[in-house]
């Protein structure tokens, strides 16, 4: 079976940084374009980053630019997200998901994606 697990979320006060990370199993990750995407309490969710496969090319939401830094290592199977100067309003359930190319990722709509893990909740608050 096909999984992607996404860990690192946790509590953090405003300013702070966590990093979330994204394990694939049951199939190769370096073969997809990987997105993150997130949803907050009474929110639709939204897409906030993508990744090529070869990792060439990233795309970033205005919302997290600056800020967010998206990375993957293909050896790990395993793909991140670098979350820094966080806002209260970054509090969301975070998940990641695979697109079969690039473009379909950056569109940053649900349909544009193959495999989706369960999230991970990432809560700012001081």
């Known amino acids: 079976q096909l999984h992607l697990v996404e860990s690192g979320g946790g509590l953090v006060q405003p300013g702070g940084s966590l990093r979330l990370s994204c394990a694939a199993s049951g199939f190769t990750l370096d073969l997809y374009a990987i997105g993150w995407f997130r949803q907050a309490p009474g929110k639709e969710r939204e897409g906030i980053s993508c990744i090529s496969s070869s990792a060439g090319r990233t795309d970033y939401a205005d919302s997290v630019k600056g800020r967010f830094t998206i990375s993957r290592d293909n050896a790990k199977n395993t793909v991140y997200l670098q979350m820094n100067s966080l806002k209260p309003e970054d509090t969301a359930v975070y998940y990641c998901?695979?697109?079969?190319?690039?473009?379909?990722?950056?569109?940053?709509?649900?349909?544009?994606?193959?495999?989706w893990g369960k999230g991970t909740l990432v809560t700012v608050s001081s």
């Open positions: 998901a695979a697109a079969p190319e690039f473009r379909l990722c950056v569109l940053h709509e649900d349909y544009g994606m193959d495999y």
